[in-house]
């Protein structure tokens, strides 16, 4: 198994008291809304009784945050489809800090998490993930008119160039793994950019759709991305995508979402007219032959190899 996608969670257990009850005993408590539970029913069939599920999100643009108090982002538009076709009309979030979405979501907290969680195996063993949704590529962001050159992750060899990481985020593990040695640690993309901006970092590595926002609605902050690239790790693309978290019990409400879910990746106009929107294109749509499997199982060349049938 990769050390990155072990690494960053760990990294996260260590950081965070609400994650760490996460990493614990996976006998916690379940809440009244499992459809192995004594309440009667599935979750699927109460919520279609009811009309309204509840999602956790985390406030991240563009994929789940609210604007002008109503709920919106890519993975916010994909969800409210598929439940509004499951008959489920109403659509109510819960902002959650990152690394309680899960543990949150297993108490029973919400339904589901809807916040474009990456499919990491240490996350599958704790939240049973939706076939994915969204898939990922990392960028730079940079100075104005990339003075050092910098392109992707190889191009720190032989560079002094300063690389600024979230903690916590994915980069950070495949800066790690790569060998990057001149590094800084940031709590939140904000803080990124200010280090890029400010002339602390010469570069700050996250996620492609929300550096190249950052950068546009923050012109003056004298910044530029290079373009979303997938991440190499001893010669192997690091295959990267988002789902939808649900409890592991809840497998009939899983399933009927993955049928659903088919339906909008598999049709690339649909895709497009749910998170155009946001920044996503055809490049963020999932191959049809990736599986929540593959990632949870951390099987990157099988992966790959699904990535090829896209191209």
């Keep these: 198994m990769s050390k990155i996608r072990t690494s960053v969670l760990a990294a996260l257990c260590a950081t965070s008291l609400g994650l760490v009850a996460a990493c614990g005993s996976d006998d916690a ?7 192995g539970g004594d309440s009667g029913g599935s979750t699927l069939e109460k919520l279609k009784e009811e009309g309204t599920i509840k999602v956790a999100f985390a406030g991240e643009i563009p994929y789940s945050y609210e604007e002008d108090g109503e709920l919106t982002g890519a993975t916010i538009a994909i969800d409210r489809e598929i439940y509004k076709n499951l008959g489920i009309d109403n659509v109510e979030g819960q902002m959650v800090e990152w690394d309680a979405l ?16 990456s499919i990491l195996p240490d996350r599958c063993e704790r939240g049973a993930f939706a076939e994915p949704t969204i898939m990922y590529t990392s960028t730079l962001m940079v100075k104005e008119g990339n003075p050092k050159g910098l392109n992707d992750f190889s191009s720190f060899e032989g560079s002094d160039a300063k690389l600024a990481l979230q903690s916590g985020a994915i980069e950070q593990g495949y800066a790690e793994e ?3 040695q001149d590094t800084m640690t940031v709590n939140s993309a904000q803080d990124g950019m200010d280090a890029v901006s400010s002339g602390r970092a010469d570069a700050f ?5 929300t550096l190249k926002q950052m950068a546009e609605k923050n012109a003056d902050a004298g910044v530029e991305t290079v373009g979303g690239f997938v991440a190499e790790v001893d010669g192997t693309a690091q295959v990267s995508a988002g789902s939808t978290v649900f409890r592991p019990e809840d497998s009939e409400l899983r399933e009927a979402y993955n049928e659903e879910l088919e339906k909008i990746v598999g049709d690339q106009a649909k895709f497009e007219e749910l998170v ?6 055809d490049d963020e749509r999932p191959p049809e032959d990736l599986t929540a499997q593959m990632l949870c199982d951390d099987d990157l060349e099988a992966a790959n190899k699904a990535m090829e049938s896209k191209e």
Excluded: Q
Aim: hydrophobic content about 35%; cysteine-free.
């Design 178 to 180: 790569i060998g990057i």
């Design 102 to 117: 899960i543990p949150g979501l297993t108490k029973g907290e919400y339904d589901a998490v809807s916040a474009g969680m």
């Design 205 to 209: 590595a996250l996620t492609n759709i």
């Design 276 to 281: 155009g929107e946001f920044g996503f294109t």
């Design 29 to 35: 408590d379940s809440g009244s809304g499992g459809e």
